[in-house]
């Protein structure tokens, strides 16, 4: 498959941000902005395309771990959570092709240069992008640039200088003056998607399947683990439905496209409330109405990120034939087979697993429950027969 990377984390960082105000209550795009200051930093630094590249990544995804800890940041301290999150965003880092260009950025992306950070790392052990992205983290949590003035900016970079030799180091925050002027952040930050989605850094190239394989594999546990009820869903539907796919003679583009598809189908609940994903009975209907937003969000996320039939084939895994789902209220004639494919492979996933409010059901009893789908015109009934044949073993 021919990728951007980058424009798929891009994409995904409104669900990181969604994530992060969880818990530090950021405000709307901070993942970019974090991003396009790291971008600036970088060119100061004379990065080369591939390393500014590797240094997006990183800056895209240095709170990634959040999504599978933010709870711990109720009963630790401030350093002892920054450092669990770090270390389980380092960990999904692992995950990237090219983590060996970028080993430890996200470990140490809170560490002041002082030594009293997270891991006590000083200056010199502390990796040239992990500086850069906790300079340009740091500002974006303390400051508001929505309405920042010049007074506000001078400001800024007086409590920046004021941080030399304890938080920061002087070619760091001589990086961030150099190139990040308020004239440049008044007139950029206006244009931000743009300036991310259309900078002389971004690469387009070829993706091995099994590199495609690890990326989405990155994306599912980030996403199965903003609730541990459903921890493994994401990869459970990406691997139906590609055996299901390879059922049906798809070539491996194919069944690529739709484990992809599997994978990010409810990307989207990262933008709900933990409370709701996490509540351990039956939600009531207006909690249900809440929740099922998440297939718009999962629709706008993977608009956003340019995956062609990828974005319908996971957004609509809660349409029904009848046209009675959601988000769209889609009828039969609007969804193709992979669109209906999914839909009960999620279904099939959902049902089998074990919930707070109910046991897993046997394969059998799921079958039952699917048939009775069909009848009511709901599902694809050769579908669910073809699962019956495939999983029923």
């Not at 100061?44 to 771990?65: P, R, S, T, W």
């Not at 800024?156 to 150099?178: C, P, R, T, W, Y």
């Not at 709900?272 to 109405?289: F, G, M, N, S, V």
Request: hydrophobic content about 35%.
């Amino acid at each position: 498959m021919k990728i951007c990377f980058n424009h798929l984390l891009l994409a995904f960082s409104y669900a990181l941000d969604c994530v992060e105000k969880d818990y530090c209550y950021i405000s709307h795009f901070h993942g970019k902005r974090v991003t396009y200051f790291s971008m600036k930093m970088g060119e100061y630094f004379q990065l080369n395309q591939e390393e500014i590249n590797h240094l997006l990544a990183c800056a895209i995804l240095h709170d990634n771990g959040m999504s599978e800890y933010y709870k711990d940041g109720e009963h630790l301290d401030v350093n002892d959570f920054l450092k669990v999150h770090c270390i389980a965003g380092e960990r999904n880092m692992n995950y990237l092709p090219f983590y060996h260009h970028i080993e430890d950025v996200v470990l140490y992306h809170h560490e002041r240069i002082d030594g009293k950070g997270p891991f006590h790392k000083v200056e010199k052990d502390i990796p040239l992008y992990s500086q850069i992205i906790h300079l340009a983290d740091w500002v974006d949590i303390h400051y508001s640039f929505k309405k920042m003035d010049p007074i506000g900016y001078q400001k800024m970079l007086n409590d920046i200088k004021e941080l030399e030799g304890i938080h920061f180091s002087q070619k760091v925050i001589q990086a961030f003056i150099s190139t990040l002027t308020f004239e440049v952040i008044e007139q950029d930050l206006y244009t931000l998607n743009y300036e991310l989605k259309n900078n002389d850094y971004l690469i387009y190239r070829e993706i091995p399947h099994s590199q495609v394989l690890s990326i989405c594999q990155l994306f599912a546990h980030i996403i199965d683990s903003k609730s541990p009820h459903t921890r493994s869903h994401s990869t459970g539907v990406a691997t139906l439905v590609s055996q299901m796919a390879m059922y049906y003679d798809n070539d491996q583009d194919k069944i690529m496209q739709l484990f992809i598809a599997g994978v990010l189908h409810d990307v989207g609940k990262l933008v709900i409330d933990r409370d709701i994903l996490e509540k351990p009975a039956q939600l009531t209907d207006c909690e249900y109405t809440y929740m099922q937003t998440h297939a718009y969000y999962t629709y706008r996320i993977l608009t956003d990120m340019d995956l062609g039939d990828i974005v319908h084939w996971a957004s609509f895994h809660h349409e029904k034939l009848d046209g009675s789902g959601y988000p769209f209220g889609k009828v039969g004639d609007e969804l193709d087979f992979n669109d209906r494919l999914m839909a009960c492979c999620d279904i099939y996933q959902a049902l089998t697993e074990k919930r707070p409010y109910k046991e897993a059901l046997s394969h059998q009893k799921t079958i039952e429950i699917m048939r009775n789908m069909a009848t009511m015109n709901k599902i694809d009934g050769q579908i669910v027969e073809d699962m019956n044949k495939i999983f029923g073993d």
